[in-house]
């Protein structure tokens, strides 16, 4: 791979952490095009993988305050010396117009503090689309030097799940609610969160904040028990974002956990999961692109499908036949 001066002056500068240069670079990734799509490899490549962030997810219902959240908790890391990337996930932005972007006023302080950068989500419908970007600009966040990277996602459809497999830690958000809700949140979100956050405990919502969080924290140690939980985790809390409440033990909380976690070896097997998932992901990807992008197999992949559709062939038969050069 041929490296370009100009990728090298661009890799140069994001590691210096210039924030117009990291924009940049996550332009290029975001990009399309098959030549950006070279160029970015190979920035990627100049950038290196020798600096890591804490990688967080959150995700919650559209209104349970994400936004408020990162602001919040966002700030509360700077003003621990910390540098913090916020990215964003959101496959329906191609339909609802944006997440971060329309909600820019609810982080307006975040977004003007030199020690964060706020990256809105584009519109883009593919989730394999989204995933790949997403992933690589984690990558150059973490070049650029952040020491955390927060990334926010609406649960629509795979979303969180593909959100939680590029992070090393997953939170979900919760408002509080009636105990009979409890069976409102997706049942795979509960198995993989790694802390539940109660938001919005404050003022009148306060008590029933804390009613919701003890029904999360039973609801947690009754499902399961995981390898990569020590004792006590996972665990529920609650929080206001607009009070700033209990922001600061939640931190306290994910770095416990963080820390026992590259203890015992677990921090580092789930990123090596992590690679080898994206990898075969990558791998499923970039064959489609290959079958698309020749006429040959695609016209063959059109009739194999039509006769799936048909039920003249069995989807397996019908890919078999399109890989196997046959019709
Ligand atoms: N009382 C209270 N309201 C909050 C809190 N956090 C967010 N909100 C409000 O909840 C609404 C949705 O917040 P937003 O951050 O946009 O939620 P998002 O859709 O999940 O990003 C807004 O009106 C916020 O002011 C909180 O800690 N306490
Ligand atoms: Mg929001």
């Not at 809700?181 to 306060?206: P, S």
Request: hydrophobic share 45%.
């Amino acid at each position: 791979m041929t490296k370009t001066p100009d990728i090298q002056d661009l890799a140069d500068r994001l590691r210096a952490g210039d924030r117009r240069a990291l924009a940049r670079a996550i332009t290029l990734v975001e990009s399309g095009r098959t030549d950006h799509r070279d160029q970015a490899m190979a920035l990627l490549e100049a950038v290196g993988q020798d600096r890591q962030a804490l990688r967080i997810g959150l995700s919650g219902t559209p209104g349970v305050g994400k936004s408020t959240f990162i602001e919040a908790f966002g700030l509360h890391l700077t003003g621990q010396g910390l540098r913090v990337a916020v990215l964003a996930v959101d496959p329906s932005s191609a339909r609802t117009g944006g997440s971060i972007l329309g909600d820019k006023t609810r982080m307006e302080r975040l977004s003007r503090d030199p020690n964060a950068f706020i990256r809105p989500s584009p519109s883009q419908s593919q989730l394999g689309g989204v995933a790949r970007r997403t992933r690589e600009a984690v990558a150059l966040c973490e070049a650029a030097g952040f020491d955390v990277v927060l990334i926010e996602t609406v649960g629509v459809g795979q979303s969180e799940t593909m959100v939680a497999e590029m992070c090393d830690l997953f939170l979900l958000l919760l408002a509080p609610a009636g105990g009979d809700e409890l069976q409102g949140v997706k049942r795979g979100i509960m198995e993989i969160a790694d802390m539940i956050l109660v938001n919005k405990a404050d003022g009148d919502l306060k008590p029933q904040a804390m009613r919701t969080c003890a029904d999360y924290a039973g609801a947690l140690r009754l499902l399961r028990k995981r390898p990569q939980d020590p004792d006590g985790f996972p665990k529920a809390l609650t929080v206001s974002a607009v009070e700033g409440a209990g922001l600061s033990d939640a931190w306290v909380e994910m770095q416990a956990l963080t820390d026992w976690r590259r203890d015992q070896g677990h921090f580092a097997r789930r990123r090596t999961e992590q690679a080898r998932h994206w990898f075969e992901e990558e791998v499923r990807l970039q064959l489609l692109a290959r079958i698309a992008g020749d006429g040959a197999l695609a016209a063959r992949m059109r009739d194999a499908e039509a006769a799936v559709e048909r039920g003249e062939m069995s989807p397996a038969r019908a890919a078999a036949a399109v890989l196997a050069g046959g019709s």
